[in-house]
């Protein structure tokens, strides 16, 4: 009996059709055990969907943070990035979609406030940080320490509710930070977003090499689903001493400028660690750090990428 080699899993990832109208019905799809469910999403109108694109219209930006890889601070850069442009004058907002690490609200200092349910909607929790509006799971659970453990349809209906319910009013921008990967609530996120184009992703990585490997994917991720690219950061680029302020390198490889050049896209910039920056929502120390040029900085020219 012979026997036929399995086919790479990228070929089968380049050609899927994913959201678009061929979904379901493309010749590639004969052969795909989905075929039914993409063909059956795709006859069906969301009925949510102009609330939707109504709540989302009053917000000029919207911003995703993301990273394929955990732990790279895609929560601390997304809430630097509200900060920053709340102090400039904005009207802010900040979306925690990471359902099972939810962690804005201990960022934020605002652990203990709880979402309000009115009339017209999920009020959000304002940040004393700038009066930066957030919704987070973390603020949700009774307990700071409560497990989420919940199967992706169930992920998926909470982010739409999240975006349909919930009173931003208007805004000039939205943050989104998601949690690592490309999986479930970043496939619910874009597409929740279509109609109301987002202005783009910051892509957040680590200087090492690993984690380029990974990141690499988010990116894809993003050209796949045309979700413009702002650009990318290096986080943790070195050690900023705090005596002296001078920055040594930790971890070798830097993954950042490897990833701009190999994808065509800008690095925004590299921020070293600083012991101001390991809790930056919880107080405004990190504005007082050798490292808040450099947070300012990137947030200029993502304003400038919009």
């Known amino acids: 009996m012979s026997a036929a080699k399995v086919r790479d899993l990228e070929d089968f990832v380049e050609e899927c059709p994913g959201d678009s109208s061929e979904a379901g019905r493309a010749e590639v799809c004969q052969a795909c055990p989905g075929k039914e469910l993409c063909l059956s999403q795709g006859s069906q109108t969301d009925p949510e969907q102009h609330v939707i694109t109504t709540r989302l219209g009053a917000i000029k930006h919207k911003i995703l943070v993301l990273s394929g890889k955990g732990g790279v601070g895609k929560s601390t850069m997304a809430v630097l990035l509200a900060q920053v442009?709340?102090?400039?004058?904005?009207?802010?907002g900040l979306l925690d979609v990471d359902v099972c690490g939810p962690s804005s609200p201990h960022l934020l200092g605002v652990e203990d406030q709880p979402v309000l349910d009115s009339q017209w909607g999920w009020q959000p929790v304002v940040s004393?940080?700038?009066k930066i509006k957030t919704l987070s799971v973390g603020?949700?659970?009774?307990s700071s320490t409560q497990a989420v453990v919940w199967k992706g349809p169930r992920k998926t209906a909470l982010i739409r509710r999240m975006i349909k319910d919930t009173l931003w009013g208007r805004l000039d921008t939205l943050v989104v930070d998601t949690p690592p990967g490309t999986s479930d609530e970043h496939l619910t996120i874009v597409r929740l977003l279509s109609t109301a184009r987002p202005s783009g992703a910051v892509v957040m990585t680590s200087p090492q090499r690993l984690s380029a490997g990974v990141v690499s994917r988010e990116i894809r991720f993003c050209q796949k689903m045309n979700i413009p690219v702002l650009g990318i950061i290096e986080n943790m680029s070195g050690f900023c001493c705090p005596c002296c302020s001078e920055v040594s390198e930790v971890f070798p490889g830097g993954?950042?400028?490897?990833l701009a050049e190999k994808y065509g896209v800008p690095l925004l910039g590299s921020l070293p660690l600083h012991q101001g920056l390991a809790g930056a929502g919880v107080s405004a120390v990190w504005q007082e750090s050798p490292v808040a040029p450099a947070v300012r900085e990137v947030v200029d020219r993502i304003k400038e990428k919009l």
């Not at 442009?85 to 802010?92: D, K």
């Open 255 to 258: 993954a950042g400028a490897y």
């Open 128 to 130: 004393p940080l700038g």
């Open 139 to 142: 603020s949700l659970l009774s």
């Open 85 to 92: 442009l709340a102090g400039e004058g904005q009207r802010v």
